[in-house]
């Protein structure tokens, strides 16, 4: 239950930051992780982007979300590559565990949505799973229309609400 | 007295057999019939009740305007303005004068008196057919606490709606619905009750946590609803009176959405999410076994009771896309209701047992619509960006549903119209509003 809230948070302050936040689940979890940017001069900053091992290498250099199609959960060409990067890094860091959020754009009823996003972070999670991943370190979740990135109503917003968001969890006991 | 009231009640029994004109007019029986598409709203004349007693003053001023805007609102009825009257009812007892309200065109005339005595407020009323010369029914009273004053003016122009529309009334309502603040990637919801015009606004749970598609019991004392507080979506039924909560217990690492009461108040149907597939289960709500009633690799979801609960309408998208489809209650063989062109979602059985009202979407537009279970007389209510999630009136003659604006600035508001697709109009409401679920006619 525990572990629950804190992903809910995580996954909050993914959807409004965009995931600056690399210090929260980095080592320390310093000031100076927050950076993003960080490690100047070669220097490795724990938990900073170019930290191979922090969340925030995994999202922004790894890329922590896959797009979809309109109404559809099929795992696009650039989603496999992207899934390929992911399930590397799960595989060498196997501390963490990750929850695979489903997002569809406002153009479909409610709970449609929900059933949809399910789908796509299902698609996610077998992907992740056929290339090694333990599936119990997999957990989804569907967000349907609620939790949108972008807010204009056109294809350019829509194509990136339509999406699943692999977040990660449970770094902490490095 | 008597005998009048006896003949009208023939007349209106007579005049239902012919498809009657949309309002009655010279002579003919006060009567509308709302399936015809009303042109020309029915003139009524409704002087302010009389106030009996000397602190009864200001209700019988707010429960006469409430009425009056109960009946307005129908778009059915049209208030002839009190600077017109001829003469005025001075007393409810008095004799009324006719030919003084026929010169103004009143077709129906309303009287009433208020008395507040201690703690109990008494509402009478008398519905008058003034080209008819006779009174509309019995005078009726209510009886309540002062503080529900806005309960017996509903009750007052139910009973005026009902009298001449033949329908059942549906003022005397509550709506359940999603409260809704904020910009569209960071809104805040939270669930709210209220009478059905918008008035006395209570919220059910904070806004903490994302929550969905509140639905009444069929007494109306209970909300199923779909909660993300847990971080995954659950179904939680709450008790309205207390505004207690808890989840119902359905399985562990799946998510459940889209609860349903059956008719029977104890049975629910829901979605669960396992693998990424989405069936349609039941259950009783306080546990036990969970039945699966679709299995198919497509979703299905927003399931809905016949009034008799012997069947479901629920959206599916196995032929590739959304459409409905009716199943027995207990599951087994669906067939397939929904044919034009476009998309269909949520469907919603009408309390008449009669059509289906459900979400269209086609050429980028969303609709509201009603069907009859057959497929047939399909009928689209609205247009625009994205409409959707109807209810039913208690009456199954009006619809509400939220409509949600385009682009960043977008705001969902709920709105009500006529299965004729007339009266269109949006409900007051503190936030933006979406996910209505109307209540049944309270007791």
């Not at chain 2, 005339?109 to 407020?121: D, E, F, M, P, W």
């Amino acid at each position: 239950m525990k572990l629950t809230k804190h992903i809910f948070l995580l996954v909050a302050g993914l959807a409004l930051a965009a995931c600056t936040d690399a210090g929260r689940f980095g080592a320390n979890g310093s000031g100076a992780g927050g950076a993003g940017a960080g490690g100047a001069n070669g220097a490795i900053v724990p938990g900073s982007a170019n930290d191979p091992t922090s969340t925030a290498y995994f999202n922004q250099t790894v890329g922590d979300r896959v797009l979809f199609a309109v109404d559809e959960s099929t795992i696009s060409e650039t989603g496999r590559t992207t899934l390929e990067g992911q399930a590397q890094w799960l595989l060498a860091n196997t501390d963490f565990t990750a929850v695979i959020e489903g997002h569809a754009d406002e153009q479909g009823t409610r709970e449609y949505n929900v059933a949809l996003g399910a789908r796509r972070a299902n698609a996610v999670r077998e992907y992740l799973i056929s290339r090694g991943v333990a599936g119990n370190r997999l957990t989804t979740v569907s967000y349907g229309k609620e939790r949108p990135l972008e807010i204009c109503s056109n294809e350019a917003c829509y194509a990136k609400n339509r999406r699943a968001v692999t977040v990660l969890a449970g770094g902490l006991s490095s | 007295m008597k005998l009048q009231v006896f003949i009208l009640a023939i007349l209106v029994t007579l005049t239902g057999l012919h498809a009657s004109s949309a309002v009655a007019q010279g002579n003919g029986p006060l009567r509308i019939e709302i399936t015809e598409g009303v042109i020309e709203p029915l003139p009524f004349a409704l002087p302010i009740f009389e106030a009996e007693t000397p602190n009864s003053q200001a209700y019988a001023q707010q429960i006469s305007q409430v009425i009056a805007e109960d009946l307005k609102g129908t778009g059915l009825f049209r208030e002839i303005a009190p600077s017109a009257f001829i003469s005025n009812v001075s007393s409810f007892a008095a004799p009324i004068q006719y030919a003084d309200w026929k010169a103004i065109n009143a077709q129906a005339l309303i009287t009433g008196a208020v008395a507040v005595q201690g703690n109990q407020l008494n509402v009478k009323f008398r519905l008058y057919d003034v080209f008819s010369g006779a009174e509309m029914g019995d005078g009726l009273q209510f009886t309540g606490t002062p503080e529900g004053w806005r309960r017996m003016a509903h009750k007052v122009a139910d009973a005026v709606y009902s009298r001449i529309t033949g329908e059942g009334g549906y003022f005397d309502s509550r709506v359940v619905y999603v409260s809704e603040a904020g910009p569209k990637d960071a809104r805040q919801k939270r669930l709210a009750i209220m009478d059905y015009d918008g008035a006395n606004v209570q919220y059910l749970t904070d806004s903490s946590a994302i929550v969905l598609a509140p639905r009444f019991s069929p007494d109306g004392r209970r909300v199923l609803y779909t909660s993300y507080e847990t971080g995954f979506p659950r179904i939680y039924v709450l008790d309205v009176g207390s505004v207690q909560r808890r989840a119902v217990e359905t399985q562990t690492g799946t998510m459940s959405f889209a609860p349903r009461f059956a008719p029977d108040g104890q049975t629910i149907v829901f979605s669960l999410s396992e693998g990424g597939n989405t069936d349609i289960y039941a259950m009783n709500i306080n546990g036990g076994s969970v039945a699966r009633l679709t299995s198919a690799p497509s979703i299905e979801t927003a399931p809905s009771f016949s009034p008799d609960g012997s069947q479901i309408v629920f959206e599916s998208d196995r032929s590739g896309s959304q459409q409905l489809y009716v199943m027995p209650s207990r599951g087994g063989e669906a067939r397939r209701i929904s044919f034009g062109p476009g998309r269909y979602g949520t469907p919603v059985w009408s309390p008449r047992g009669d059509l289906v009202a459900f979400t269209k979407q086609n050429a980028g537009r969303f609709h509201i619509g009603v069907m009859r279970l057959d497929g047939s007389e399909e009928r689209l209510l609205t247009a625009s960006f994205l409409d959707e999630g109807p209810t039913w009136a208690p009456n199954g003659r009006v619809i509400m549903f939220s409509r949600e604006t385009q682009g960043a600035q977008g705001r969902s508001t709920l709105y009500s119209v006529d299965i004729t697709g007339r009266n269109l109009r949006p409900v007051r409401t503190p936030e933006g509003g979406s996910d209505p679920s109307w209540s049944p006619l309270q007791k």
